[in-house]
């Protein structure tokens, strides 16, 4: 049967309150307004981003209001559509996307941010376009988190919030191109825009590290060193294109002479993957060090 038009009842992990544990909650879930989407969430990671702005919002995190779905890392199908929707249709598989871009304002337009003023500024305050949710838990309006909430099994979104991919996409894998992948991955070839035969360092190998390990291999690095408190996580990261792995726990001296040592003078490229610069233990990179 049909749901298009009518509101859907699902669950969602519901943040209630800031630093309080998820409640798997009975919510609704309203029809897409114009320019919106509502698909139903097929997979979905769950990434430092959610904890940090359940465990420590108001500690330095921008304020955000509760209650809250979180989620913004994922992967579903297209429900329906709102009016003046024109790129997407009922069973397009398709990614959210929290940074979304609306090609109009000025910001879209321009080549050196993607903050769309459109809508990054309401979705940093829990709402869509016309100023509220479309999410609901017994009566109350609940928020969502960066445009997205994918805690839930059913979402709303810009249609600005969202990328079409292929129908044979598997959706269980290709979620993480939401953030974790394209995190790491762009940091390479779009920001740093690594060189054929350079030299690289990674400072944490959890997703994001993986990837950036990744955009250095297809950029064409010679040497992509790992760094990581974790040896288990070796494995994996050689697999992605990692040369050789360094653990800081193992060496007495500051990782960043470690790393001097050890590439004759410093890398051409450093990648901090774990959230803090202080990682890094100093500048380890030969432009920065000469």
């Not at 376009?129 to 928020?143: E, H, K, L």
């Amino acid at each position: 049967m049909s749901t298009t038009g009518q509101v859907i009842k699902c669950k969602a992990a519901v943040a209630w309150e800031p630093g309080k544990p998820l409640s798997i909650e009975d919510v609704e879930v309203a029809p897409p307004k114009v320019h919106e989407v509502r698909i139903k969430v097929v997979a979905t990671g769950v990434c430092h981003t959610d904890w940090v702005n359940l465990y420590e919002t108001g500690k330095g995190m921008k304020f955000r209001p509760f209650p809250l779905v979180l989620g913004h890392e994922a992967a579903g199908v297209v429900e329906s559509v709102g009016p003046e929707v024109t790129n997407f249709s009922p069973g397009d598989k398709v990614i959210p996307l929290f940074l979304p871009q609306c090609f109009d304002c000025d910001r879209c337009r321009s080549p050196k941010t993607n903050l769309c003023k459109k809508n990054w500024e309401n979705a940093q305050v829990g709402i869509l376009a016309d100023g509220t949710s479309r999410i609901s838990c017994n009566g109350q309006q609940v928020y969502q988190f960066l445009g997205v909430s994918s805690f839930s099994q059913y979402t709303v979104l810009s249609d600005a919030s969202l990328a079409k991919i292929r129908d044979d996409a598997p959706l269980d894998k290709v979620y993480l191109l939401g953030c974790g992948v394209s995190t790491g991955y762009g940091a390479v070839v779009n920001t740093g825009k690594v060189e054929k035969d350079s030299l690289c360092a990674v400072f944490g190998l959890g997703a994001v590290g993986l990837a950036a390990i990744m955009g250095c291999q297809i950029a064409g690095a010679k040497r992509i060193i790992g760094i990581d408190i974790n040896p288990d996580k070796f494995e994996k990261a050689r697999e992605f294109g990692a040369t050789e792995c360094v653990n800081p726990k193992e060496h007495s001296r500051n990782i960043q002479e470690v790393l001097v040592e050890m590439t004759n003078g410093g890398v051409d490229y450093a990648f901090e993957c774990v959230g803090s610069p202080a990682v890094m233990g100093g500048r380890v990179c030969k432009k920065c060090l000469n």
